[in-house]
């Protein structure tokens, strides 16, 4: 049984459809990466896995039950977590606390005390290389920082999936090497399911993912592995406007 099943989902803003008849499985333990272009519908879509939408039409189904209808809170405690691809840490609240909170509302919610949010915080933040700023407040990091910080907020919340939306977005050659190195790892020691988009970062796309989904106004494209799907002229279409990827 996948751990996360998309079948035949759709979400509608008034006349646009969003996300067009989506259907997707992702296995326990695998990466998988999300591309397309901009507006093409890959936010949309994690919304609707992580239930900040519910779709108009289709199911979800995660870790053997079925959870179209459950709120974003049940979803995170049954394993869903998540970054956002615009920051949004709590305002007057530290590092620590920010990550903290994520633990608190994951899947371990209900099961730990306040202290031992701020132990998992804390081993997070490092893992991140936030340390030297674990005290500080969230609102005062850069950007750069605060997309680790929403990795290290996510990774507390101790999921079965994680959902990264475009984590490595403006981060120099470096830091994306060293952010794909890590979630990597974590992925490894922690067997979570990583679902990245990386759309404007091939190669940190290709570096993480084993297989990835196109999506094109909505819909999928095609999917597959990595190397494969992106080799191919229809994705080099939509993805570059041209026929041949770059320096062919
Ligand atoms: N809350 C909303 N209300 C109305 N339209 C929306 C809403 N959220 C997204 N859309 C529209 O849905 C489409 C898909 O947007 P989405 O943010 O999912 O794309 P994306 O693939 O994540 O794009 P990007 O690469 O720019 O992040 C776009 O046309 C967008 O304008
Ligand atoms: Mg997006």
Same mark, same amino acid.
């Given at each position: 049984m996948p751990l996360l099943e998309l079948d035949g989902v759709s979400k509608r803003f008034g006349g646009l459809i969003a996300v067009n008849d989506v259907s997707l499985k992702i296995e326990k333990g695998e990466s998988f990466g999300i591309v397309g272009p901009n507006g093409s519908g890959k936010t949309t879509l994690f919304n609707l896995i992580s239930g900040i939408y519910r779709p108009d039409s289709g199911r979800i189904f995660f870790d053997g039950q079925e959870i179209t209808e459950l709120p974003p809170y049940r979803r995170a405690q049954l394993g869903i977590g998540r970054s956002f691809q615009i920051p949004r840490p709590f305002k007057g609240a530290t590092v620590r606390e920010n990550v903290a909170v994520g633990a608190l509302f994951g899947t371990l919610s209900g099961k730990i005390d306040v202290d031992s949010a701020l132990e998992i915080a804390d081993h997070y933040i490092e893992v991140v290389g936030l340390h030297e700023k674990?005290?500080? @407040?969230? @609102?005062?990091?850069t950007a750069v920082e605060k997309k680790l910080l929403e990795l290290a907020r996510a990774l507390a919340m101790k999921p079965k999936l994680l959902l990264l939306d475009e984590v490595v977005a403006g981060m120099n050659p470096k830091d994306v090497d060293r952010v794909v190195d890590l979630i990597k790892r974590v992925k490894e020691e922690e067997e979570i399911a990583v679902v990245a988009m990386v759309e404007h970062v091939i190669p940190a796309v290709m570096k993480f993912a084993e297989r990835i989904m196109v999506m094109h106004e909505g819909r999928k494209m095609v999917e597959g592995p990595t190397l494969e799907v992106l080799m191919m002229d229809e994705v080099a279409m939509v993805y570059f406007g041209e026929s041949k990827l770059p320096g062919e």
């Open positions: 674990r005290n500080d @407040e969230a @609102e005062r990091l």
